[in-house]
């Protein structure tokens, strides 16, 4: 069992309050915190950030759990989708104020290197290697890794934070079309004409054969989607202009409500 060391309350409250400051450290946590062969550090990281955020303390206390609840493994997509879950009971400005913290803290993630071996822990799909075949169709950096090659062959596509592939259209006179299933991370689908459809982990996108579209990465987060090609006849693939940041920086204001209800299969019509 680990046992939970904290001093904030001697250090601050130590001569004031000094009862206050031994409940806070050797009760609290080295007590109630360390009972975690009950309740693991994790689970009482979620229970503790749910509480206050409840409340409306969304004070410094509140960023403390939260960089706690980083360290005890909630991850970024995590956060966002329990303060989501908590607006909706708590209050929505709660959760805002909740957000702005949140933002603070999952933003001082890891880079580069780092950050790529962080993205791969989130996952059961490697990341692959460097997706150089189609860099040009790309905008931003992307991996490809094989998953399967026979009876159904499909890739796990990664992205990192911005990267998006070109408008580009599965051609097919019968049949034909592609399929994403979104592993891990948070990530974007846009029909020409329609608006872009978030991608979460277990989001299934059906996408017909000759619309044009594109998919990739949302700009504050990697993200990872396996991809089928649907079997069809006379079936190509036409890669198209790239989406522009114009384009790309609309998105977050046109889809601020599908935000909160897009944990869910989402179907497009031809």
């Given amino acids: 069992m680990k046992k939970i060391v904290q001093t ?29 062969d009950l309740l ?30 980083k360290n005890n493994g909630i991850t970024r997509t995590e956060a966002a989708e329990i303060i989501t879950h908590i607006a909706f009971y708590a209050g929505w400005p709660k959760a805002w104020a909740a957000f702005n913290l949140a933002k603070e803290v999952w933003n001082e993630d890891v880079k580069g290197e780092d950050a790529k071996a962080a993205f791969q822990r989130e996952m059961f799909f490697p990341i692959g290697e460097p997706n150089t075949a189609y860099a040009k169709y790309f905008k931003g950096k992307s991996y490809l890794a094989q998953i399967s090659d026979s009876q159904i062959p499909f890739f796990n596509v990664t992205f990192e934070p911005g990267c998006r592939n070109n ?15 979104g592993v891990a991370g948070r ?81 497009h019509a031809g």
């Fill in 8 to 36: 904030a309350g001697r250090t601050q409250l130590g001569e004031f309050a000094p009862e206050f400051a031994h409940l806070n450290d050797d009760i609290l946590f080295g007590g109630v915190w360390s009972r975690n």
């Fill in 40 to 69: 693991s550090l994790r689970d009482r990281s979620l229970v503790t950030i749910t509480s206050l955020i409840s409340q409306g303390i969304t004070d410094s206390s509140l960023k403390y759990h939260l960089q706690s609840a």
């Fill in 167 to 181: 408008w580009h259209t599965h051609h097919s006179t019968k049949g034909g079309g592609q399929m994403l299933v």
């Fill in 187 to 267: 990530g974007w689908y846009q029909e020409e004409g329609k608006p872009a459809q978030e991608i979460l982990p277990g989001t299934v996108i059906h996408i017909p054969a000759n619309v044009k579209h594109w998919h990739g990465a949302a700009k504050d987060s990697w993200f990872a989607h396996l991809a089928f090609e649907i079997p069809g006849e006379n079936s190509s693939n036409e890669w198209q202009e790239a989406v522009s940041d114009e384009e790309y920086n609309k998105i977050k204001n046109i889809n601020k409500i599908y935000d909160f209800t897009s944990r869910k299969t989402v179907r």
